[in-house]
C-alpha cells in the first residue's frame, strides 16, 4: 500500500483524492491549515495565500482560533473518507503540560487524531517543545512531526534531537528532512532509533536519496501536498530508490508500522 505521510488539508475536498488517484496513493496522513494555497489563481493571490503562514513563522501572528477551525475542518473531511485518511493535529507552542493536556483531549483525543504536527517553532523555541513531549508521553506516545525548514537552523534541530534523546519512548519525525541541513541532519540521527525523517520539500534529490540509503527503517514518502503533487514526490523517490523491497518500505511499509495503521 502507498501511504503518503504528510499532506494538508485541499480544497475541494474532491481535489485531494483526485491527486491521490492520479499518483496511485492508497492512503493519506492529513495535516490541517490555515490557509489554502491551492485556491491561488496567480502570484498575487499567492502571496496574499501565503502571507499568513509567513507570519506565522517570523512571530508576527499566534492564530489560536484559526487553528481551532482548521481542526474542525479536518476532522470533517477524515471523518467522512475513513478509508482513505488519518490525522495529525496541530497544538500550539507555549502551553504548559497541562494547557497541553487539555488541547490535545478536546482537539487530538476526541478527534480520534493519532498525532501532533505540524509543530511549527521559530528559531530559538525548539526547547518550548519540551511540555508537548512531556504530554505526548502521558497520552500513549503520541508521535510529533516537527518543521525543520526555514526558519529552524540546525542549532535548532540539534536541541529537538537532544528532547527525542531524552524522550526515547516518543516518535519523531523530522518533517522536511532538515531543509538545507539535510546533510548534518541525516548524521545527527544515526543513534537515535525514535527519530525518522519525512522525505517532502527535500532541498534537493541528493537529500532523500542518501537518507534511504543510510535508514531503509526510518524514511518515509511524503509529498506536502499542496507544496508538492502526491504524484511528483512519488516520482522523486522511484528514481532514489531502486531496490523494490526498499521502495515498498519507504512508500508506505515504515509509517504503516510506526502509526499502526
Known amino acids: 500500500m502507498i501511504i503518503d505521510s504528510h499532506e494538508h488539508l485541499i480544497v475541494p475536498e474532491k481535489k485531494q483524492l483526485a491527486l491521490m488517484e492520479e499518483a496511485g496513493v492508497d492512503f493519506t496522513i492529513l495535516f490541517s491549515t490555515i490557509i489554502h494555497p491551492e485556491t491561488a489563481q496567480d502570484l498575487t493571490t499567492l502571496t496574499q495565500e501565503l502571507q ?14 484559526a487553528r481551532k477551525h482548521s ?14 485518511y488519518k490525522a495529525f493535529g496541530c497544538i500550539p507552542l507555549g502551553l504548559s503540560v497541562e494547557e497541553n493536556n487539555e488541547w490535545i483531549e478536546k482537539y487530538i483525543i476526541k478527534n480520534k487524531f493519532i498525532g501532533l504536527g505540524e509543530i511549527v517553532p521559530k528559531t530559538g523555541e525548539v526547547k518550548q517543545l519540551r511540555t508537548i513531549f ?24 540539534k ?3 537532544e528532547l527525542a534523546v531524552e524522550y ?17 541532519t541525516i548524521k545527527a540521527v544515526r543513534d ?24 531503509p527503517l526510518r524514511t518515509v514518502f511524503a509529498s506536502d501536498a499542496p507544496y508538492m503533487t502526491p504524484r511528483a514526490a512519488r516520482l522523486i523517490l522511484e528514481e532514489a530508490i531502486q531496490d523494490s523491497g526498499i521502495r515498498r518500505r519507504v512508500m508506505g511499509e515504515n509509517i504503516a508500522e510506526l502509526l499502526q495503521l
Open 134 to 157: 512531556s504530554s505526548a508521553e502521558e497520552f500513549g506516545r503520541l508521535p510529533l512531526w516537527v518543521h525543520t525548514f526555514e526558519p529552524v537552523k540546525f542549532t535548532d534541530i
Open 71 to 84: 481542526l474542525e475542518e479536518l476532522k470533517q473531511v477524515v471523518d467522512k473518507y475513513p478509508q482513505k
Open 192 to 215: 537515535i532509533p525514535n527519530v525518522y525523517l519525512d522525505l517532502s520539500a527535500s532541498f534537493t534529490t541528493m537529500a532523500p536519496y542518501y537518507a534511504v540509503k543510510e535508514y
Open 52 to 65: 499568513p503562514l509567513y507570519d506565522i513563522f517570523t512571530g508576527k501572528r499566534n492564530p489560536v482560533e
Open 168 to 184: 526515547t519512548k516518543i516518535p519523531v519525525i523530522i518533517g522536511h528532512l532538515g531543509g538545507v541541513h539535510w546533510l548534518d
Open 159 to 161: 536541541e529537538l534531537l
